[in-house]
């Protein structure tokens, strides 16, 4: 609208001067030709007065002989002078006989005897015989008497018009700027002319010359470059009546176009400013239509984020509210697989079991990255230097890909250091790698590096700033094409075939790395591989004393009792087996308050292993609180399938264990129980 507010105008004004252009031609050809009929009039009047005149001197001398009107010259020189006095267009009158020798004049009494006019067109003109009327051209005075050039009028007996007549008059109506008259012979002549008459007439082959010479009688046209003045005009010309001369009129072209934008001028006085104000008003609804865009942009944008809220919401909400039981069962099925390895030792035996711990194990994770993806898993946060930590994972990461596949891990900075769930991260960097293992069936190259980068202004990535570091995953393979990679981060989004992916790889990534503080972007080129750059707060922080892994190193105490405290019986039966084959004697509670009604009657507990959700009114992380302020010494040991508490149990420097866990991951949780006061950094097992 903007655009139109001001090219419509512009074209508007243009068709405007255009019409008015030629509007200003079309007046200026009126003129010339009112012009023209003006001095048609006029010129046509003066030359039939001087006929009239002429024809009055012949009745004078109508019957006399040359002697007789030379022995009568005084009294017919009195007689012609008073005709001419009569007539201001006529200069003098002059009576010639057949020899040039003039008889009678009106200008003089007595003529020289040296006075011939046969050398003079006007007379040379009559001798062959009777010539009508006969325009001479532009004369010098030879006469005492005659001071201004003049032309002549000749028929038998001539007579001598001054062109200032006509040129006086021709300035009179001629005071409009530009304006050009002018009395032309037939050959080019100039007889009169204003503003000024020129010594040469037309050249032959000029414009005007060559209309006249075709016996055209009137003509308007423009002349681009007069040959007198060098001045374009649009001229007119009109022959007079009877007589073999023309009469000119014409008009600068400067002066119809300077008339042509002074209109124009005048539009724009009005025209300019309501443009202007038009494009201001549409400039002001630009502003707030942008404005109205823009707030409605950052609605849609807040519907989708609350969209995705609410959707991260229900995942989290139906993950979490199955990821306990579902845990437990998994619990169930993997400790009895333990046990029942000791008894069946088959081949056949041992693959059926080896299936079911395959299925344990994708279930776990199922949990797992939905959880992450919900952003609900439990993150136990550790500052990791990824200058050393990286290299360390290119084993593992390695042993994930074919031979076909080089991997290169580069950490460009000294200090990159993050403070994030090491599990966690190590399980992104293992997704990435799978996918890109699958993307690349012909083999190919992975590369993993790390720097460390500031995002501020454009650099912003979803509103990110500050210092970061960026992992960056870049793979060779078939890369993803761009309908797809607005959803490879969606849960269960998956272009695998059937059975080859459950479609939360990626999305346990995004949500690790939002969870985490930073985000995860992609971009990816059909042929040329893809790229996922995950962007983790970096932090100042020194990574943990190693006093946790000496601790965690050390040889376990296999001796003393723990108390079991779990709701599920089968899941206390499968914890109580655990126990037993680490050397620990056990007993079993189904709350906590059981539990501290054992602990207060029997003071040889050794070690405490509760479940966080129980039923009762008391959980497990309030009954940890109890033991604590009971009983200071006594070690406890957390595990829960899924519980919002944990988070706290962990912030609250308790070890927690996550379900399903086996007999290796129970003895490193009960070494971080043991020394819980040593490393009072909270840490998570399992």
């Not at 030379?70 to 201001?88: F, M, N, T």
């Not at 799978?434 to 995002?455: C, E, F, H, Q, Y």
């Not at 039966?573 to 602990?599: C, D, I, P, R, S």
Request: proline content about 5%.
């Amino acid at each position: 609208m903007m655009v139109a507010s001001v090219v419509l105008p512009l074209v508007l004004f243009a068709f405007a001067g255009w019409l008015n252009y030629r509007h200003e031609y079309a007046v200026a050809d009126d003129r010339i030709e009112r012009s023209l009929d003006i001095l048609h009039e006029h010129t046509l009047k003066v030359f039939q007065t001087v006929e009239r005149a002429m024809a009055e001197v012949n009745e004078i001398v109508r019957g006399m002989s040359d002697d007789d009107m030379r022995s009568d010259q005084s009294h017919l020189h009195e007689r012609v002078k008073r005709i001419v006095d009569a007539l201001p267009e006529v200069q003098a009158i002059f009576l010639i006989n057949r020899d040039g020798r003039p008889l009678v004049s009106s200008r003089l009494t007595q003529i020289p005897a040296d006075f011939d006019s046969r050398e003079r067109s006007f007379f040379a003109a009559q001798t062959a015989g009777d010539a009508g009327t006969y325009v001479s051209e532009i004369l010098t005075p030879r006469l005492t008497g005659l001071s201004t050039p003049f032309f002549v009028l000749s028929r038998r007996r001539p007579s001598a018009m001054v062109p200032q007549y006509f040129e006086e008059f021709y300035a009179l109506i001629g005071r409009s700027p530009g304006s050009l008259y002018a009395l032309l012979r037939a050959d080019g002549r100039f007889l009169a002319r204003y503003p000024e008459r020129p010594d040469q007439g037309l050249q032959p082959g000029s414009a005007l010359h060559t209309t006249i010479a075709q016996g055209r009688g009137r003509s308007i046209q423009t002349i681009r470059r007069s040959q007198i003045d060098a001045v374009e005009r649009r001229v007119g010309h009109r022959k007079l009546e009877g007589f073999p001369v023309y009469v000119v009129a014409g008009i600068d072209s400067s002066a119809i176009r300077g008339e042509w934008m002074a209109t124009m001028a005048s539009h724009l006085v009005f025209g300019l400013p309501a443009t202007l104000f038009l494009f201001l008003i549409i400039g002001v609804a630009l502003r707030r239509t942008r404005r109205l865009h823009a707030e409605a942009e950052r609605r849609e944008a807040a519907e989708a984020a609350l969209r995705q809220a609410q959707r991260l919401e229900a995942i989290g909400q139906l993950t979490g509210g199955v990821a306990h039981d579902f845990n437990n069962l998994l619990m169930i099925v993997s400790g009895s697989v333990q046990r029942l390895r000791r008894d069946l030792t088959s081949e056949k035996h041992t693959r059926l079991l080896d299936m079911i711990t395959n299925a344990t194990n994708r279930g776990e994770s199922l949990t797992r990255q939905l959880l992450a993806f919900s952003r609900r898993q439990m993150l136990t946060p550790a500052v990791i230097d990824l200058t050393e930590r990286l290299p360390e994972l290119k084993d593992m990461l390695s042993r994930s890909l074919r031979d076909d596949i080089t991997i290169e891990v580069v950490v460009s900075d000294p200090s990159c250091s993050v403070k994030v769930d090491p599990s966690e991260l190590e399980l992104a960097l293992l997704n990435l790698a799978v996918n890109a293992r699958d993307a690349m069936p012909n083999g190919g190259a992975l590369s993993i590096t790390a720097k460390s980068v500031v995002l501020k202004g454009k650099a912003a990535e979803e509103g990110l700033s500050g210092e970061f570091v960026a992992i960056r995953v870049a793979d060779t393979g078939s890369g993803i094409p761009a309908d797809i990679l607005p959803h490879v981060f969606e849960p269960f989004f998956t272009t695998k075939e059937v059975g080859k992916g459950t479609g939360l790889g990626l999305s346990q990534v995004y949500g690790f790395a939002k969870q985490s503080g930073g985000t995860a972007t992609i971009t990816s080129t059909v042929g040329r591989g893809t790229v996922i750059t995950l962007y983790l707060p970096r932090t100042q922080e020194l990574p943990a004393p190693s006093i946790a892994r000496i601790e965690a190193e050390a040889a376990p105490q296999r001796a003393g009792t723990v108390l079991v405290v779990e709701d599920s019986p089968e899941v206390a039966e499968v914890a109580t087996a655990y126990f037993q084959q680490l050397g620990y004697m056990v007993k079993q509670v189904a709350n906590a308050h059981e539990a501290l009604e054992l602990l207060a009657n029997d003071p040889k507990i050794n070690l405490i292993f509760s479940d966080i959700l129980m039923p009762g009114g008391m959980n497990g992380l309030e009954l940890g609180h109890a033991i604590r302020r009971l009983y200071p010494a006594l070690p406890v040991l957390l595990a829960t399938g899924y519980s919002d508490s944990a988070r706290d149990a962990v912030q609250q420097g308790f070890v927690v264990l996550h379900k399903p866990f086996e007999l290796a991951g129970l003895e490193q949780a009960l070494r971080e129980a043991r020394t819980w006061k040593v490393e009072p950094a909270p840490r998570m097992a399992g």
